[in-house]
């Protein structure tokens, strides 16, 4: 056991348990001890219970380290299963970390398992989590290590929400990853963390046409031609065929920023047609200026109106900590995931 | 006359003068539970000098190998623990042999002589259930039961207090002819438990509680006895008894009980199993079938359980290949009275079930409005209360909370209140505080002879459906929280089995 007071983004580390060939019961029975040490009081507040089903590479791992401080803003327990590549190796590597952080005089308290298994029960990893959640609290699944193959279907019955990002699933084939997600959607309420990077933009294109004048002129769009990481940019596409009627053959999806190792949108541009109704031709989408006024979404019409819209924090853990405040069926996203596999011409 | 240096000053319990007689000493329960808790008795100082344990079994053993063994069970156990185990005496014989009891009897007179035991004796039957008529008839006939005033000789007895109504009768008829109802101490360790005992601190130590424990305020309640364990080596044993029987009939009602009882006059011994004792007999005695639709009973098969495959009960050893014991029971209760009439009260109880959890949990009604827009109160619970039993004994308090932000949206906080946590001092093992109860003379915590009555009452009737197969038994993989079945228990009424 090492017990250390390190400071992470929003928390510190106060203490800490790890072991490379260890048994499920010796690992509770430390988490039963971080959690009665004086330290962490007697009482303690929660909010949800979130599980990683991770992958073993580098992206992800860096992924799942950036959500340490997560629970500053949802305190509760972050439950992290690495299914390790060895599948004949099933001795168990088990990290606990206790964090704290403080806002003004009051103290959130969350701890973080990690768990690397091999052998047969990575094919039951929902064994292990069952008995590590906090009771009475939502359980989100995040699928960090893809969409197409979940090692253990037992975690997807535990969970109330899934959490996926499907610019990692669309990193191969659109189509197939549209179809897996679709069959995700069906099971439970699902979060789509490329959908949320879109939100800045989709936010900014509402407001852009608010007004009334400018709302007519939605129905007389011809065009559309976006550029961005592929899955965002097309939900984003989607979603604007499904709201205003415009045909899946007319848009242009044009592959920008690789993909990322962190999860999250880089920079999306969207660009509408609408011949001789728009003299200016274009709505963009766009980085806001000066450069350094913060990240965020801003949007241009004919030249003259701006429409800004910020959003805060790193890419991942931004978009972790919206989703874990929705856990419900996103009807919007779903309609634009349905035309998502099927666009770009 | 009393000490009146002591007028005045918290002196903390001890055990009086007294020999502990232990049948069954070789076994596994004295040496995983009960010495063990001596020694955490000794180490906090509520034992005298003036005390013994004599222990009595068949295995063939003298005084220096039940010294080795009881030094044993308990290493590091420290000085005071090593002092007092050399003063512990074993008698080797068999319970129906009247010579075992006759050795008995002169080695107790030497304890008395030699530790000033004083003639009182608790006789603590660590036995199979078969011979705790055996030993308390022998006792009776040897003189050891009955005491001269100003002694006392107690017998402690565990559960299972018979396996139906009739063969309970029959003990207590066994027994009473030994012993007074009030020289009986029927333990279930779960009444020794700290948080069993919160439960009454809780509800009657505060104003805030109180008011809504009743059918106005609680839409239903939910108590779980979950265990990851499977039968293990005990499996020869639980084919005769099954959870019902091993679970539901004692703690499950115990836990009911002290859950829902009115308000105790005194919190002693009367008051307490008084109120205990009304709350048993105003659960409804289910008839045939009520039985059918409001009882399930399951059997676990192959599955993982914390990491591990583990196999299904049938394949146990010991277990018949086609049995039906149930090893999982659901059961909707109800309980006519006029705190708790309407209420549902689901209970459930198994084996290799996903983790190792005891509960109670007061499910509260919705408010009658939510002034909030819909979509921003989607994942709001109805507010509960949970005593968690064990592990990690607690109260947890689900409540809704504005989420921080522009938007009015409201979502489940629990507040988990850790009762290890709170308090420095160590609480004793149940057994410990229940062993200290007996020396003591405190039957409070003990279950007495018409509260076993009750339970079997309430049990019996749906014994009696599953033997005449009414109820067919469910299969469950282990690993999960039993079979399906057990969900329409509670979906009838649009309720959900809680994840403990």
């Known amino acids: 056991m090492t017990a250390t007071s390190a400071a992470v983004p929003d928390g510190t580390l106060v203490d800490s348990w790890q072991a490379t060939d260890t048994r499920f019961e010796t690992a509770v029975a430390e988490l039963a001890r971080m959690r009665a040490s004086t330290e962490i009081g007697a009482t303690r507040a929660a909010v949800v219970n979130l599980v990683v089903l991770a992958a073993a590479d580098a992206g992800a791992t860096r992924a799942i380290d950036s959500i340490v401080g997560l629970g500053h803003q949802h305190p509760g327990r972050i439950i992290v299963i690495v299914p390790r590549d060895e599948a004949e190796d099933d001795r168990m590597a088990a990290r606990l970390e206790l964090y704290c952080s403080q806002v003004e005089d009051r103290y959130l308290w969350w701890d973080v398992v990690r768990l690397e298994i091999g052998g047969p029960v990575a094919g039951h990893a929902e064994s292990l989590v069952e008995p590590l959640l906090l009771h009475d609290l939502p359980v989100a699944l995040w699928l960090a290590g893809g969409t197409s193959r979940v090692d253990s279907p037992g975690l997807l019955d535990l969970a109330a929400q899934l959490i996926v990002s499907g610019e990692r699933a669309a990193s191969i084939s659109a189509l197939a990853a549209a179809e897996d997600l679709a069959g995700l959607v069906r099971r439970k309420p699902l979060f789509d963390l490329a959908w949320v990077a879109t939100e800045p933009a989709r936010q900014a294109l509402a407001r852009l046409f608010d007004a009334p004048e400018r709302t007519e002129l939605l129905a007389r769009t011809d065009g559309l031609w976006v550029e961005g990481p592929p899955w965002s940019s097309r939900l984003l596409a989607g979603w604007f065929c499904e709201r205003t009627g415009l045909a899946a053959g007319s848009v242009e999806i044009v592959a920008g920023d690789e993909l990322r190792a962190e999860v999250g949108l880089g920079s999306i541009r969207a660009e509408l047609e609408a011949g001789p109704v728009w003299p200016a031709g274009r709505v963009t989408t766009e980085t806001p200026e000066p450069p350094g006024s913060g990240p965020g979404v801003a949007v241009a019409c004919l030249g003259q109106t701006r429409v800004s819209v910020s959003h805060g924090g790193s890419a991942t853990r931004r978009l972790l900590v919206t989703a874990l405040s929705r856990p419900w069926r996103d009807r919007r996203y779903e309609a634009a995931l349905d035309l998502a596999g099927r666009l770009g011409r | 006359m009393s000490n009146p240096l002591a007028a005045g000053m918290e002196m903390g319990r001890k055990a009086p003068p007294v020999a502990l007689v232990v049948f069954g000493a070789s076994g596994d329960l004295t040496s995983r539970k009960l010495l063990p808790a001596l020694a955490a008795l000794s180490r906090r100082r509520q034992l005298t000098d003036a005390f013994a344990v004599v222990g009595v079994a068949r295995s063939d053993m003298d005084d220096q190998g039940f010294r080795k063994m009881a030094a044993e069970a308990v290493p590091d156990a420290g000085p005071e623990w090593e002092e007092l185990v050399k003063g512990f005496r074993y008698v080797q014989g068999d319970y129906g042999h009247p010579d075992t009891f006759d050795r008995l009897h002169a080695v107790l007179d030497e304890v008395d002589e030699a530790r000033s035991t004083n003639g009182n004796r608790v006789f603590y039957l660590a036995t199979v259930p078969e011979q705790f008529g055996v030993v308390a008839a022998a006792l009776d006939q040897h003189g050891l039961a009955r005491l001269a005033p100003g002694h006392f000789g107690r017998l402690v007895i565990e559960k299972p207090f018979g396996r139906d109504p009739e063969s309970a009768a029959a003990l207590d008829a066994t027994i009473h002819s030994a012993f007074d109802e009030n020289s009986i101490y029927r333990i279930d360790h779960y009444l020794g438990k700290e948080t069993v005992q919160n439960v009454l601190a809780l509800r009657f130590a505060n104003a805030i509680f109180e008011p809504v424990w009743n ?28 959870a019902l029987r091993d679970i539901v009939q004692n703690h499950v009602m115990q836990v009911l009980g002290i859950t829902l009882m009115e308000p105790p006059a005194t919190v002693d011994a009367h008051g307490i199993r008084d109120e205990k004792v009304k709350l048993l007999k105003a659960i409804e005695i289910m008839d045939e079938d009520k039985v059918v639709t409001s009882s399930v009973r399951g059997q676990y098969d192959a599955g993982w359980v914390e990491g591990e495959a583990v196999i299904g009960y049938r394949q146990e050893q010991g277990v018949a290949p086609d049995s039906t014991t149930d090893t999982y029971v659901a059961m909707r209760l109800a309980v006519d009275n006029w705190r708790w009439a309407g209420v549902p009260i689901f209970v459930r109880t198994g084996k290799r079930l996903p983790k190792r959890v005891t509960e109670v949990a007061m499910s509260f009604a919705k408010v009658p409005h939510l002034p909030f827009a819909s979509a921003l109160t989607r994942d709001l619970e109805a507010n509960s209360l949970v005593v968690r039993i064990q592990p990690d004994e607690g109260v947890t308090v689900c409540f809704g909370a504005k989420v921080p932000g522009s938007e009015f949206r409201v979502r489940t906080v629990s507040m988990d209140f850790s009762y290890g946590a709170a308090f420095i001092e160590e609480s004793p093992d149940a057994y410990e505080r229940l062993l200290l109860d007996a020396m003591v003379g405190d039957p409070t915590l003990f279950i007495r002879s018409d509260e076993v009555e009750q339970a079997w009452k309430v049990v019996a009737p749906v014994l009696q459906a599953w033997s005449a197969e009414d109820v ?21 009424g649009g309720r959900r089995w809680r994840r403990p």
């Open chain 2, 215 to 242: 059918r106005q305020y609680v839409d239903h309640v939910q108590v779980t006895v979950a265990e990851s364990l499977g039968v293990g080596h005990r499996g020869g044993f639980y084919e005769t008894a099954g």
């Open chain 2, 472 to 492: 067919p038994i469910s299969r469950y993989a282990a690993g999960t929280w039993g079979p399906r079945q057990a969900d329409r228990l509670t979906e009838a």
